[in-house]
Structures are given as structure tokens and as C-alpha cells.
């Protein structure tokens, strides 16, 4: 009977060193432990032995199993650390394989040329104010001096929603916000970005949505002088140290004065061509001194304060930097027009 069981352990210990998977090894651990294994069954003939054997047979077969036992776990380890390795080894990284670039998005070049705004007067004490798109007739119209059957109600076809709201067609409602909000307060100091809405056919100038920025700074004493120093600061910060600018006469209800800004032709510097139209100036924004009427409403006494205003249309100014010479491309998304312009 012992000689049985040494065999069964040879014959177990070849099959563990044999085995090549942790599954072979589990099958032969049922194999010899099992409550059915060949072990289990010398062990149930041990009553047919003598007594002074029973012991050591019972002994040796419990030798036997721990024996068996213990070289199973010792492959078991041994062939999982093998799989392991060989997983490491498999996924190894090459860090020689050439990369996969992530492409990188650009800022959009209205927002850039907006930042840029905003930063050039910030640096001249302007706070950034906003205010909402869809605006109420009052302060788009009236509260800038632009009764209801005002003619100049014209120059800006609107979007209206009701009666007596609109989607805002300039950006000059925030001054009116922002004094009120001030409550006669000195130095109103403020420009405001945002969209605006026209009900205009689309071509290669106009947009029924684009971008202004307005300005406004009302103090005791801010006189004309200031806003051109204002422009020609911001004009020769945004477009070279050699910029001149020139103020045209003009009308908007809620100035007076009020004029038209040119700046220098960028192309040409003056002397005439084609994108100036031979005049040596371009266009670009409107301004004046804000309406006594206006500071008043807004609850500023035009005695003792004056103000003056400005708003320019951001596509425009882009354009001009930039070269660009159809608006639609800032709204259709395309990737070629975009990326050229990096993270200005
Ligand atoms: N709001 C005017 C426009 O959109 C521009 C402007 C702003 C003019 C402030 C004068 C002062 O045409």
C-alpha cells in the first residue's frame, strides 16, 4: 500500500512539473485530492490493514497530499508570473513609434480681435460692461433719443419679437444700462462687447448678426479732445504706430456732436487705392459727444457732465487687419479660414 502511494505521488509531482496552464494544473489537483482521487481511496482500504500499519499509512498519505499540495501552489505561482511576464512583454510600449498629433484649436479671430480690443482699453482704465441681446424698445430706441416713427430708426431694419422687444441692433443700450446702474456715479468708463442683430441681406459686408463694441466715458470735463486722443491711441495700438485718424461730421440721435472716425488707409498709408477707394481713409466706427437729453434720462446732470461714445463693428476692424475681404467667412466654420489664424 505505501509502495501504491509513492507511485501516485511520482505520478502526480510528474504531471504538475509537466503542465504547461494553470487549468492543467487544477485538473490535477481534483485528480489526486479529490474526494474521488486514488489517494482518498487508499486511505477508505486502510481498515483492511493492520492495526500497527494504519498509522503510518495514514501518516505518509498525509505526506503525500501536503507534498502534492505544495508543488501545485509552487507551479501555480510559477506559470501565473510566467503569463505576466509575458503580457509585459507583449504590451511594451515603443516609445520610438512616431506620435499621433492632437490637432489644436485656434482662437477664433473675432474673439481674438476682441481680446485685443478689450485689452487696449483696459490699459486705458475702461472696465468691460455687457448687457442683454434681446433688448426692450425703450433702451434700444428710446432712451437714446429715438422716439417711436423716428426717421432714424431706419438706419437699423431691426428683429422684433413683440411690440416692444427687439433683438438689439447696436450695443449703445449698455450705456444706457450701465449709467443707470451707476446712478450718477463718476467716471463712467466702460466698453461693451457683444452682438448685435440687423435685418439686412447677407453679402460680402453686411450680416444680419455681428459683433460691436461701444464705448462711453462721462466725467465732469471729457471733452472731444479725449475721444480723439481716445482713437488715436487705440487706432495706432491696433493698427501701427503710424496710424493717423481723421473725424468726419455725422448724426446719430444720441450724440451730439457727432462724427465719423477714418483711420490712415492700411494698405496704402495714405497716398490712395483701391481698398481705400483712392481717398486715402477707411471707416471705422461712429462716435460722438453723448446727447445732454440722453446723460439726463439716464439720470446724469448734463450741466455738470459730459461724455462721449463710440461703437465699431468688430468684423470690420478684422477684416481690415486681417486682410479679410468677405464677412460670411468669420460664420461658416471652415477650418482652412480659421487655422491661419493660431492663437492671436
Ligand atoms: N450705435 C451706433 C451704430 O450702431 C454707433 C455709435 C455708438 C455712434 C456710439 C455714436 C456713439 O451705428
Not at 500500500?1 to 489537483?29: N, P, Y
Not at 489526486?32 to 482521487?37: I, R, V
Request: proline residues 5%; contains cysteine; negative net charge.
Amino acid at each position: 500500500m505505501q509502495d501504491k502511494l509513492l507511485a501516485l505521488k511520482d505520478e502526480a509531482l510528474a504531471q504538475i512539473g509537466a503542465a504547461q496552464e494553470v487549468r492543467q494544473l487544477q485538473e490535477v489537483k481534483v485528480k489526486y485530492l479529490g474526494k474521488k482521487g486514488p489517494i482518498t481511496e487508499v486511505l477508505r482500504g486502510m481498515g483492511a490493514l493492520p492495526a500497527e500499519e494504519r498509522p503510518k499509512v495514514g501518516q505518509l498519505a498525509n505526506e503525500i497530499r501536503r507534498q502534492i499540495e505544495e508543488e501545485l501552489e509552487a507551479r501555480i505561482r510559477e506559470l501565473e508570473q510566467k503569463q505576466l511576464e509575458e503580457k509585459l512583454q507583449q504590451e511594451k510600449v515603443d516609445v520610438t513609434l512616431p506620435g499621433r498629433p492632437v490637432r489644436e484649436g485656434t482662437t477664433h479671430p473675432l474673439n481674438g480681435v476682441i481680446e485685443q480690443i478689450e485689452d487696449i482699453f483696459l490699459g486705458m482704465g475702461f472696465k468691460i460692461a455687457e448687457g442683454p441681446e434681446v433688448e426692450s424698445d425703450y433702451y434700444n430706441f428710446e432712451a437714446l433719443n429715438l422716439p417711436k416713427n423716428h426717421p432714424a430708426r431706419d438706419m437699423q431694419d431691426s428683429f422684433y419679437i413683440t411690440e416692444e422687444i427687439l433683438l438689439r441692433t447696436h450695443t449703445s443700450p449698455v450705456q444706457v444700462r450701465t449709467m443707470e446702474a451707476m446712478k450718477g456715479q463718476v467716471p463712467v468708463k466702460i466698453i461693451c462687447p457683444g452682438k448685435v442683430f440687423r435685418r439686412d441681406t447677407d453679402d460680402a459686408t453686411h450680416s444680419h448678426q455681428f459683433m460691436q463694441i461701444e464705448g462711453l466715458y462721462v466725467d465732469e470735463g471729457v471733452s472731444m479732445s479725449d475721444l480723439k486722443g481716445i482713437l488715436l491711441q487705440f487706432a495706432r495700438e491696433m493698427f501701427g504706430q503710424n496710424q493717423q485718424i481723421r473725424l468726419r461730421p455725422s448724426f446719430f440721435p444720441f450724440t451730439e456732436p457727432s462724427a465719423e472716425v477714418d483711420i490712415s488707409c492700411i494698405l496704402c498709408g495714405g497716398t490712395g487705392c483701391r481698398v481705400c477707394k483712392h481717398s486715402g481713409w477707411i471707416e471705422i466706427l461712429g462716435s460722438g459727444m453723448v446727447h445732454p437729453w440722453v446723460l439726463e434720462r439716464a439720470g446724469y446732470d448734463p450741466n455738470k457732465y459730459t461724455g462721449f461714445a463710440f461703437g465699431m463693428g468688430v468684423e470690420r476692424i478684422a477684416m481690415l487687419k486681417y486682410g479679410i475681404d468677405d464677412i460670411r467667412h468669420f460664420y461658416t466654420n471652415d477650418g482652412r479660414f480659421l487655422s491661419q489664424f493660431g492663437r492671436i
